[in-house]
């Protein structure tokens, strides 16, 4: 499931094993490259990440032919504003639950080499430790012996913080995951991504003109319009006409339905805000008090729950009787479920 707007664009972006072998091949060292079979590449499912960081981190696997065997490329993206001073030691846990599962499948063949890569976009670039001995005091190095018992490996990052245009350029990718990387880098901070957006008038022209490209530009919209807060419409569509006028039809159709589903959720919300007010109104004009389960049980209700309980208010002799009679379970969305089953 795709849970941020940095989540969905990353994915996008590199999912397709071409655009991951594309970026691995720019990062890793020459010799590495050469000994790796990039038409080998296939992605894996599954991701290898907690749910309660899932709003920080996005990852996709790769497996790929090495020479002499098997390999693993592991992708991972760092989305949180700030660095994660642990991120050696939570790479460590990925890479072992990677393993775990390969090795319940082969049991008993050696384990694969497994390369990962971390992309980060935090503001003022990436300053937390990079190689897993540096999370350690005393240092493993620092006594003679000690750092054969201590995990040693170091993170590959991609920094974009520290790349300009020119760098992100240079790394030979296909146009969408080249331009998902400046966005990426750029989109938090209005200023920064329209001063920019010279830079990439010709790719994004050149996306607008590919097979797929008017998805891509959606991709690369949606994520501009949700992540840039301070962002004019009318300021981000003059600089496509001055760049990319071949992309700006495109490009201001999706930020037009982009605002408008905004707009749209919005409102919805206010709706139920208000549904959830006027029965709270209700509830204590009957029945003088709410307890903090009742409460509770209205600030997880749908929409369509609210409709339900404030029907029942008049006619509800105990404040229980109002939420028991759109099903015992007290679950929120119970009693959609159960609606949907009798039709």
């Known amino acids: 499931m795709t849970r941020t707007p940095h989540d969905a664009l990353f994915k996008a972006a590199f999912e397709n094993p071409e655009h991951a072998a594309g970026l691995f091949r720019s990062m890793l060292p020459a010799t590495v490259v050469e000994a790796i079979a990039w038409d080998t590449v296939a992605c894996e499912p599954g991701s290898f990440i907690d749910p309660e960081l899932a709003g920080r981190h996005s990852d996709l696997l790769f497996s790929v032919d090495l020479r002499g065997g098997r390999a693993f490329l592991y992708l991972l993206l760092e989305h949180q504003s700030t660095n994660d001073p642990d ?17 319940k499948v082969h049991e008993g ?28 005091a005393p240092a493993p190095a620092s006594i003679a012996g ?43 901070d209005a ?15 050149e996306a607008a003109c590919t097979p797929h490209g008017v998805a891509a530009l959606a991709q690369l919209v949606r994520y501009i319009a949700l992540v840039s807060d301070e962002l004019r419409l009318e300021a981000f569509r003059a600089k496509i006409r001055e760049q990319a006028p071949e992309a700006e039809q ?13 707009s749209e959720q ?20 009957k029945f003088k008090r709410l307890t903090p389960k009742h409460e509770a049980r209205i600030a997880g209700a749908t929409a369509e729950q609210l409709d339900g309980y404030v029907e029942r208010v008049l006619t509800a002799e105990a404040i229980d009787d109002v939420f028991e009679s759109l099903g015992s379970s007290m679950v929120p969305g119970a009693a959609v479920r159960e609606t949907g089953r009798q039709g």
């Open 146 to 188: 000690l750092a054969q018992f201590v995990p040693s490996f170091t993170l590959m990052v991609e920094d974009l913080a520290h790349l300009s245009n020119e760098d992100i350029k240079a790394r030979a990718l296909a146009t969408f995951p080249t331009l998902a990387l400046w966005v990426l880098r750029d989109a938090r």
């Open 191 to 205: 200023t920064q991504l329209l001063n920019n957006l010279g830079h990439w008038g010709a790719a994004f022209a």
């Open 87 to 103: 991120m050696p030691l939570r790479m460590l846990t990925y890479l072992a639950r990677i393993w775990e599962r390969f090795r």
């Open 109 to 136: 063949d050696p384990l694969p080499p497994i390369i990962p890569a971390l992309v980060s976009h935090a503001p003022g670039g990436w300053t937390a430790p990079r190689s897993f001995h540096d999370m350690f």
């Open 250 to 262: 495109a490009a201001m159709t999706i930020a037009e339905q982009i605002r408008q589903e905004v």
């Open 266 to 285: 919005m409102l919805r919300e206010g709706e139920v805000k208000g549904q959830r007010t006027m029965l709270t109104k209700l509830l204590v004009l």
